[in-house]
């Protein structure tokens, strides 16, 4: 007796985002034979892209070479796909849309985290500027190459509203059916709105383990923040002879799953409050639908002030986000005033760009290469730029 492969939409809440009501990919193709489902074909264009490889190298906070048990946008990505997943099969949505969007979210990200971001922004202020979320969709539009009949992945309306978390209103105007709901005012699907509170849970509660692992804050500083002081009490109290190792595992998973919890009972209880019923209810509703108590937004928020107090302006951290951002502008300024030193497929893509958009393409070609390297292939080009005893190659 054979075994029958449910449908994609089997078993959805009725406010999920069905493959049968989606609005499709910007290129025709014909839909995927057998045993996979629409969204779970995003999700593995995704896995197989040349640009979610590099996130093994390319920083959360630390950068890459400072030790290997640090995050890297690719753990991040796999801890913010888990955290989605297991949230939204707890409220009935579409775990694989969920998952496609979580493990695309940082592809646009430049080397060396938000200090990269912040100076590649800053030199091309002039042309447009540069914003990693932006990028992240230009990657999956345009820049990836696998495929003969269309650029970039092809992925589903669904996977790219959810990749684009945020959006300016001329940048939206540009951006065509993506870009509508910032200028209508309307809502994302419930799976992307999850995904983008998954990404903040994540990268708060791994970032405490970080900050721990590198020694730049102590349990004990830890403990001003009433969401990490109530669960290290509660955990000391059962296990007085834990090992520290232990003890920060234990407090972090159980923040992650108090606040993983609180996300679900609100989000159910503000979808029966609503009477969402569909998901085009959910993109008119007016507010976000999936959300934090109260309670718990304000020690999530807590949190995230601690580690922007103590971890992210620590010093050691300032002093490599000054030169992580100090290569990054020195790799703009070489190639932008030459692109010779551009790869030949570099240099050919921004003489391309310049000849239908002028100075400002040749600065979206050197941007889009910049913000594709790891940080120690950044690191590598800017010596082999400026230091002259180091040969090419």
């Keep these: 007796m054979g075994y029958t492969i ?28 057998g045993y996979r489902g629409e969204y ?48 939204s099969v707890a409220l009935g949505l579409n775990e694989p849309l969920c998952e496609a969007i979580c493990l695309a979210h940082d592809l646009g990200h430049t080397p060396f985290g938000h200090a990269g971001q912040d100076a590649l922004n800053e030199c091309m202020r002039d042309f447009g500027g540069f914003e990693h979320n932006l990028q992240s969709l230009r990657t999956v539009d345009e820049l990836e190459e696998r495929y003969a009949e269309f650029p970039g992945l092809n992925l589903t309306f669904e996977a790219r509203e959810g990749i684009l978390k945020h959006c300016s209103a001329k940048n939206a105007a540009e951006l065509g059916d993506v870009g509508e709901r910032f200028l209508q005012r309307t809502q994302p699907s ?12 994540a990268y708060n509660n791994h970032d405490v383990d970080d900050g ?10 830890l403990c001003e923040v009433a969401l990490f002081s109530r669960h290290y009490a509660a955990v000391i ?20 799953n ?22 085009d209810a959910v993109r008119g509703a007016g507010q976000r639908l999936v959300s934090f108590s109260e309670r718990v937004l304000e020690e999530h928020q807590q949190l995230k002030r601690f580690l922007r107090e103590h971890v992210y302006q620590n010093y050691r951290v300032v002093r490599m986000t000054n030169k992580s951002q100090r290569v990054v502008r020195e790799l703009f300024s070489a190639y932008s005033q030459d692109p010779r030193l551009l790869p030949d497929e570099h240099r050919a893509t921004a003489q391309l760009l310049e000849s239908t958009a002028g100075l400002a393409g040749r600065a979206r070609a050197v941007a889009d ?13 800017h010596t082999r730029l400026y230091d002259p005893r180091v040969p090419q190659g």
């Design 6 to 33: 449910p449908p994609p939409d089997y078993g959805l809440a009725s406010y999920a985002s069905h493959e049968q009501s989606s609005r499709g990919r910007r290129y025709l193709e014909p839909a995927p034979a």
């Design 40 to 87: 779970q074909r995003d999700r593995d264009r995704i896995v197989h892209s040349t640009a979610f490889r590099r996130l093994v190298y390319k920083t959360q906070v630390f950068v890459n070479h400072e030790g290997d048990l640090y995050r890297t946008r690719l753990t991040h990505s796999l801890e913010v796909a888990q955290i989605a997943r297991s949230v």
């Design 190 to 201: 419930l799976e992307a709105q999850l995904s983008n509170l998954a990404d903040e849970v």
């Design 212 to 221: 721990l692992r590198a020694g730049v804050i102590t349990p004990s500083q």
């Design 237 to 256: 109290d059962r296990y007085p002879d834990i090992t520290i190792r232990k003890l920060i595992h234990e407090v972090i998973r159980r923040m992650i």
């Design 258 to 279: 108090e606040v993983a919890t609180d996300l679900i009972e609100t989000t159910r209880a503000r979808l029966d409050e609503n009477r969402i019923t569909h998901v």
């Design 369 to 381: 290469y910049i913000a594709g390297m790891t940080d120690r292939y950044a690191i590598l080009e």
